[in-house]
């Protein structure tokens, strides 16, 4: 510890004295005394020229005269003047700013910092108390355990879904294969390792996925994270009517607060255009099984209906933008324009016309191609 504070007083004096120095010259006494001796180096010249008569008398004269009011002006030049007092302030403005900033740098260090405390490698901070890591080091700190114990079924089922969160994928198939070999495949781990092929794979449902999947649910016929991806899996092939079908009868087994409700609600608006369904409103289990065997017009009846049922819900919600773009977007889907239109200005009207909420509104249908009714 003694040895550090040597080296960096050391060091700091160094810097200092570096940046100190060329204010502590008399630069400008250097150059007036240059001057003046080419001026005397002038003179002898044009006495030589006066002497082989390469010059009159009078122009030696006139030469020797400039010569002399350079000499003059060099002189008026020389330090001790006002420009000598303001040099001096300058070095001395320079060298308090420079003795300062080391003063001040180790006060606050002292003050602030941990002097006492030594410093710690990357292996040093990893043994510490793990409430004290940041995930990159309590991660660190799983995969140096590992290395040294890689039969740790325990260590690998806690570090596969952190891979999972972070975006390692490839880490995260490879930690939930070690954890189903080391303690057994259940639910959990499955779909887990569903979920990292899955990234893996840039987002599509793979073959291999789709088995760990189907593995989750021989396990767990409810596990949400697997009846959402084999749903994904009927989507991504075309038939999105199954997979709406899969994501209904999910949404309402779930509890209301289920994390996995806004994530059904996103899937289906992207698949199927209607609006999803919400808490206290859609259809129920028996009317999705029902709907089965609806005939094409029925089921475009049923979601005319629910259309309408959003449409009252957002004439008692108007502040609610999700629901008014949900409503946009299920007429446009339709093909009604006019009502999308209708429904933009009534949640423009809701929302409050200068409100953000109400420009990102407008934002949204115009990116559905629906503007405002022109003001007649």
């Known amino acids: 510890m003694i040895v550090f504070w040597i080296v960096a007083a050391l060091m700091t004096a160094a ?22 001796e080419v001026y005397r180096d002038q003179l002898a010249e044009i006495d030589r020229d006066l002497a082989r008569r390469a010059i009159s008398p009078a122009e030696a004269d006139e030469a020797k005269a400039e010569i002399g009011r350079r000499i003059l002006r060099a002189a008026e030049n020389r330090p001790g003047g006002t420009e000598r007092a303001d040099s001096s302030l300058t070095r001395i403005a320079a060298t308090l700013a420079i003795l300062l900033v080391p003063v001040l740098g180790l006060g606050g260090y002292l003050y602030l910092g941990s002097p006492a405390i030594p410093d710690q490698a990357l292996a040093a901070r990893l043994d510490a108390n793990p409430s004290t890591n940041s995930v990159e080091e309590l991660i660190a ?21 952190i891979y999972l969160r972070v975006g ?16 057994g495949p259940n639910a959990a781990r499955e779909a887990g390792l569903g979920d990292a092929l899955f990234q893996l794979a840039g987002n599509v449902v793979t073959a291999e996925s789709r088995e760990a999947f189907e593995r989750a649910l021989g396990l767990d016929g409810a596990n949400p994270k697997a009846r959402f991806f084999l749903a994904l899996a009927l989507a991504q092939q075309g038939d999105t009517e199954s997979a709406a079908g899969r994501w209904r009868a999910l949404f309402d087994d779930l509890p209301q607060d289920s994390p996995w409700r806004g994530t059904i609600v996103q899937a289906l608006e992207r698949v199927h255009g209607a609006p999803a ?31 309408a049922q959003l449409a009252e819900r957002m004439r008692d919600n108007p502040d609610d933008v999700a629901g008014w773009q949900r409503l946009i977007r299920s007429y446009s889907v339709l093909g009604r324009a006019d009502d999308a239109r209708a429904a933009l200005q009534s949640g423009v009207e809701g929302l409050g016309a200068e409100s953000s909420a109400a420009q990102e ?16």
């Open 15 to 36: 810097a200092c004295l570096a940046v100190i120095l060329p204010f502590l010259r008399p630069q400008a006494s250097l150059e007036t005394g240059h001057d003046v």
């Open 168 to 183: 390692r994928a490839e880490d995260a198939v490879i930690a939930f294969r070690n954890t189903i070999s080391l303690n």
């Open 141 to 161: 700190r799983a995969e140096r355990h590992l290395v040294e114990n890689p039969q740790d079924g325990r260590g690998w089922d806690v570090l596969a879904p």
């Open 277 to 307: 369904p919400q808490p206290g409103s859609g259809p129920s289990a028996e009317e999705i099984e029902a709907a089965a065997d609806m005939t094409q017009e029925d089921r475009a009846a049923m979601i005319e209906g629910m259309v």
């Open 361 to 376: 509104l407008i934002g949204f249908a115009a990116g559905l191609g629906i503007a405002l009714p022109e003001s007649r």
